[in-house]
Structures are given as C-alpha cells and as structure tokens.
C-alpha cells in the first residue's frame, strides 16, 4: 500500500513515504535495525544537550514484557498496537541534570527525537506509529518512573501488515487518503493569520 | 565543517550531518528552498491529524519584519540568530479544532515537525537551530497571537558561515565536537534504568 503524501512543493522521499498504520505485520524487526532507529533518537537536537528522551522498550519475544508496556497504553490502542513486533514507551525527563531547573523544551525534543527515529525507520522500510493515548501513571508504577520523569507517548514500531484484516474502523483509517492544511494556513508573516510572501503565490 | 556524528550503530547520513550551528552565511535561502522545508513539516504525524504546528516568518530580505521576530528571542540568542536569513516562531494551538480540548501532544508533535523541516534543510544543504529561548508574552503581544495559541520555539534558517567570526563563547561552541549518551543509559527493559535486552551487546 502506498500512501506517498501529495506534496504542493516537492519534499525528501523518506518525510513524503511516512505515514503510521494500526496493521502490523508479525515479522520481527532485527535487533540491529532497532538499534539503529534509536541511535538515530540519540542523536536528535535537544536544548542545551539534556537529550531528555528516554524509552521502555520490549519485543514480542518476550511475552511478558511486551505485556506489560502494551497494558500502559489507553485501550483503543491496545487493540491494534498488540500486533507490533516492538512497542516503546517514551519517557521525558522534566528538569535539567546540570541544575535541577525545569526544561520548558523537554516534551519539544522528545518530538524531535521520535521523529529523527521515525526517519531511520522509514529509510529501513519500517514503519512507525506514535500514540499519546498512553496512561503515564500506569506507566510510573509498573515500572517505577522516578520524579521528575514522566511517560509521554507510546511508539509501536514494525513491519507494514495486512489493513484488509483490521476492524473496520481501523481498516478505515488505514486506507484513507493523508490530508494536510495547505501552507498559508500556518505559515504567516507580519501579523498572526496573515500568509506569509514566502508561501504567496 | 563536518561534524558529522561518530555513531555506535549507522545511521541515515542525513540525521548524522545535522547539527545547529551559531555561525550563518549571509546568502538567501531561495524562496522554493524555504517553502519545501514548511511544506515537510506540513506532513509531519500529530495526534488526530490536528497539524497543531504555525510559523510565524520573516527574512532578511523584509528588515522591520525581521527585527520584529528577533526581538522576540532572549538576547543571547539574538546575539546570533540576527545573522540568519530567515527566522521562524513556532507558535502551537494548545486545543483541539473540533473539539475545544486540550491538545495533550500539541508541544510534541511541534517537535516532529520541526524535525522535519530540519531533515529536508539538511538534504538541501540548509542549516536550522532550533530555540526554546523565545519571550512567548513579547510574540503575543507583537503578532496579536490569540488565546489557545503559544509561541513555543524560535528557529534560525540558512547557510552555514564562519564559525571562526564569531565571538569565543559562540565560535567554541560551533566548533565542539558534539556528543551523546549511549543507548544503554536510556533505552531500559523489564524496570527504570535496566538496559534493554535490543542494546546489550
């Protein structure tokens, strides 16, 4: 299934090709592949080089560890995400280690970091669905997230399956076409809602 | 200058090259150029498609525009940023469109799409520095942002300059090599802090 973005201006490949599915394909991911994809979270942009991100991660070939990341999820997504060969949860650390003072950018850079794993996936024909319907306090105590550090989202990474299989619902979220507000919605200059001369035609 | 990553694992040559420099060459980014890099954050993933992202935009080429924008970032940033070509503030929607609720992942899905915008600035050849150090009440106040929106990040666009030009403090940190921690210090299986079975060697 291809659902190549219909791009107004022309963009890299990789960002067009990326798109999140509920279908997940049982075929493992390697371990090498997956260290890549976090390696790449590794070497995201973050403010003053706190690199915030942390994940909790398991495999579906450790049953009871996958068990446990996929119950720290809101239901809806238990029932799709299950299916993934990995799932993550990610976790921020709120205040700087140098000073102990809050880091405003924390959840900001965990975004980056997902998205700089979320590019490596797609380089490697992996796919990567992220979700914020996740229960933190579930995830703090079943895994004892100290203060100070707080789950954020959830990350189910894998191989494309088969949407055809899927609940309707989700079927039918997989086989819709992407959409996107068009640039001058968003892109503005001199005053707020004013498109801006670099995306007037 | 190459600054590119020294990984542990391989990753994409273009999450390897980025890095956010202070020293930017006075040359214009093209306006093709500029639209290509809103139009990848443009697709970038959010929580229920909301696209919580906004630019507020100005280049060199508009100079009361521009110093507009600037002045809405703390002064250690604009001691440098002023020389970049184009500068950007990230402004999010905090709440749902169709629904008025909070947006719990409006500040992190601005992440991913300011990782988008980088990875095609990087695939053109394009340097972005990405800032939490903005004055958001100075931003509202001088683009009449509306409530339920926030000024999140100030971004730098262009070229790459001279490091060497620049004042010490700011020249010894583009020339820094730059680092991470290791994935076992924040990819964790099974409890907090345990590395995961996928990053043990």
Chains 1, 2 share one sequence.
Request: net charge neutral; hydrophobic share 40%; glycine share 6%.
């Amino acid at each position: 299934m291809d659902k190549t973005a219909s791009t107004d201006h022309p963009i890299h490949e990789l960002l067009a090709q990326r798109w999140s599915p509920c279908a997940f394909d049982s075929r493992p991911v390697s371990r090498e592949d997956l260290r890549c994809l976090f390696e790449a979270a590794r070497w995201a942009a973050s403010s003053y080089n706190e690199q915030p991100w942390h994940y909790i991660v398991a495999t579906r070939e450790e049953p009871a560890e996958f068990a446990r990341v996929l119950s720290c999820l809101v239901e809806p997504n238990q029932e799709w995400a299950g299916t993934a060969p990995m799932l993550a949860l990610g976790v921020a650390s709120l205040n700087f280690k140098r000073n102990g003072k809050p880091n405003k950018a924390a959840v900001h850079d965990m975004g980056l970091a997902a998205a700089s794993l979320t590019f490596e996936a797609t380089a490697r024909g992996i796919m990567v669905h992220q979700m914020i319907g996740i229960v933190p306090d579930k995830a703090r105590e079943r895994y004892a997230i100290p203060a100070g550090f707080e789950a954020i989202t959830g990350i189910a990474i894998g191989y494309l399956g088969n949407s055809n299989q899927l609940p309707a619902h989700l079927r039918d979220r997989d086989l819709a076409a992407r959409t996107r507000r068009p640039l001058r919605e968003f892109v503005f200059g001199g005053t707020w809602g004013n498109p801006a001369p670099v995306v007037q035609s």
